[in-house]
C-alpha cells in the first residue's frame, strides 16, 4: 500500500473507518490418498488498486473499439499477470474453472494443477496424485468435487483429501478428457479426444459414438442449454441430444462452419458456436420441430485463428482466441446482425495473444488464461473520464470498489458509478489521503483546523 508523507507543514489528522465486507461409485483400485490442501504453496496476495506494479506499466490504450462500439467502452483496462514469477508451476495453462467457494482452479500445460483462493496459489503435480500433468478441462462439481480432464492420465476427481482416477482399463473411451459437463440430474458427461462421448452415472462408463448418432470422434465443448437440451460441439458437427437420441446439424444441413471448438449460450437462448478458423455463428433453435436458423458473422474476429472458448459473462458473449486475443460481444447487439465488439490484446496489455479459457470470479471479475503468458486478472473498464474531478487519493474497499478523496469530497466508486457516501461521507471531510490497513480499516488524512 502506498504511504503518503506530508509536504511543508501540512499536518494530517486520520479518520478511521471500519470497512465493512459485504457477501458479494465404482472406483479405480488404488486410488491416491492425500491430506486436504497438500501441494506446493506460494502466497501471494494480490490487490488490484494496491498492489497493482507502477502506473506506468498499466498505462495501456483503451479497449479498441470496433463495429460501433459504444464510447462507453473507452475506459482504461485494468490488468495484472500472474507468472512463474508469483508462483505459478508454468506460464502455459489450457482450462480454468469456479468452484462454489469461489475458489479459482487453473489447469496447465504441463505444470499441473493450480488453485487460487484470493491469497495463495497451490501447486498440484505428479507428486501430489495427479494421472497427468498436462490438464485439459475442469469442472467443479455440485456436490464439491473437482472433475479434472487430463490429456494422456484419464479422469480424474479431487474431492479436497484425495485424487481418484479412471481410464481406459475402467471403461473411459480415451485417455484424452477435452471437456466436461454435469447434467441437471446430475450425470457426468466426457468429450475424449479421438473416440467420442461417454457418460459416467457414478457407477460405469456409457461410449456414445457414430452407431448411437454422435457425428465426430472430438467432442470439444459441451453446452446444456437453459431447456436441458445438450449440445456438442465436434471436429465435424454441432450434435443434440434430447435425452433419447442424437440430431446432427452439418455443412449439409444448415451448420455454416466445420470443426466446432467452443459454445455459449446468450441470455435469450441463441447458442453461439466458435469453430477453428476463427468463425462465429449465432444459432436459434428451432421450435416445435421447425428447423433452427444460422446466422455467420464471417470476418467479424478479423484476425482470429481458432475460437478456444466462449462464455456467457453478464450477459455479453466473450471468445477467447488463438493469436487474436479476447473479444467482446456487447449484450445489446446480441439479438441483430450488427455486433458491437471490442477487442483485449496485446496492445491492451494482455501478456500473450493466445487466449485458452476465462473465469468470472464472485467480485466479477475475469481470469483468462493464456498458453505463455500466465494468468491474467483482468477488472474491465477502471474508470471513465470525469471532467473537473481532482483525485487526491485512492484506497480499496474490502468489497472491491474504491474510496475516492477528490476537491469535491470522498467519493464511493463502484462498476465505474461514482456516488456521494451518507453519514460521516460528505462534502464536509475535507481530506487529502486514503490508505487501507490491514486489518481493512480505511484512513484518510485531512487539514488540522487553523493549519
Not at 200 to 218: M, S
Amino acid at each position: 500500500m502506498k504511504k503518503y508523507s506530508p509536504v511543508g507543514a501540512l499536518l494530517l489528522s486520520i479518520a478511521l473507518v471500519c470497512a465493512c465486507s459485504d457477501e458479494r461409485t465404482s472406483e479405480r483400485p488404488g486410488a491416491t490418498t492425500l491430506p486436504p490442501a497438500v501441494g506446493t504453496r506460494t502466497a501471494y496476495r494480490p490487490s488490484p488498486a494496491a498492489d497493482l506494479p507502477p502506473p506506468q506499466r498499466h498505462r495501456f490504450p483503451p479497449l479498441e473499439p470496433l463495429a460501433d462500439a459504444g464510447a462507453d467502452q473507452r475506459g482504461i483496462p485494468h490488468l495484472r499477470t500472474f507468472t512463474s514469477d508469483d508462483g505459478l508451476p508454468l506460464d502455459a495453462f489450457w482450462c480454468g474453472a469456479m468452484d462454489s467457494t469461489g475458489t479459482l482452479w487453473f489447469g496447465s500445460n504441463g505444470g499441473g494443477l493450480v488453485r487460487y483462493d484470493g491469497q495463495a496459489f497451490v501447486h498440484f503435480s505428479l507428486a501430489e496424485g495427479l494421472s497427468d500433468n498436462v490438464i485439459m478441462s475442469l469442472l467443479p462439481g455440485r456436490n464439491g468435487d473437482l472433475w479434472i480432464g487430463t490429456s494422456m492420465g484419464g479422469l480424474m476427481r479431487y474431492d479436497g483429501r484425495s485424487f481418484k482416477s479412471w481410464s481406459d482399463a475402467d471403461g473411459l473411451p480415451n485417455r484424452g478428457v477435452i471437456s466436461l459437463l454435469e447434467d441437471r440430474n446430475g450425470l457426468l458427461w466426457i468429450g475424449t479426444r479421438r473416440n467420442g462421448l461417454s457418460r459416467w452415472d457414478g457407477k460405469a462408463f456409457t461410449t456414445f459414438t457414430a452407431k448411437d448418432g454422435l457425428v465426430g470422434d472430438w467432442v470439444h465443448d459441451i453446452l446444456e442449454a437453459k431447456d436441458g437440451t445438450l449440445w456438442f460441439a465436434t471436429d465435424l458437427a454441432l450434435c443434440r441430444y434430447d435425452g433419447a437420441h442424437f440430431t446432427a446439424y452439418t455443412t449439409a444441413n444448415g451448420l455454416p462452419i466445420t470443426t466446432l471448438q467452443a459454445l455459449a449460450e446468450d441470455d435469450s437462448g441463441a447458442i453461439w458456436i466458435g469453430d477453428y478458423k476463427g468463425h462465429l455463428v449465432r444459432m436459434r433453435p428451432g421450435r416445435n420441430g421447425t428447423a433452427p436458423q444460422f446466422k455467420l458473422f464471417d470476418g467479424l474476429l478479423f484476425d482470429a485463428g481458432r475460437i478456444n472458448r466462449l462464455r456467457n459473462v453478464r450477459g455479453d458473449i466473450w471468445a477467447v482466441t488463438d493469436g487474436s486475443g479476447a473479444w467482446r460481444l456487447h449484450k445489446a447487439s446480441l439479438g441483430t446482425d450488427r455486433l458491437q465488439v471490442s477487442r483485449l490484446t496485446t496492445e491492451q496489455g494482455l501478456p500473450a495473444k493466445t487466449l485458452e479459457d476465462i473465469v468470472v470470479d464472485r467480485a466479477g471479475d475475469i481470469w483468462i488464461a493464456t498458453n505463455g503468458g500466465g494468468l491474467v486478472h483482468y477488472r474491465g473498464e477502471a474508470f471513465v473520464n470525469r471532467p473537473g474531478l481532482h483525485v487526491y487519493g485512492i484506497a480499496e474497499k474490502p468489497t472491491g470498489g474504491l474510496w475516492l478523496v477528490t476537491n469535491e469530497g470522498v467519493r464511493s466508486l463502484d462498476s465505474n458509478a461514482l456516488a456521494v457516501p451518507s453519514g460521516a461521507f460528505n462534502e464536509s471531510l475535507r481530506a487529502y489521503a486514503a490508505a487501507r490497513d490491514q486489518q481493512g480499516r480505511i484512513l484518510f488524512g485531512q487539514d488540522l483546523p487553523g493549519s
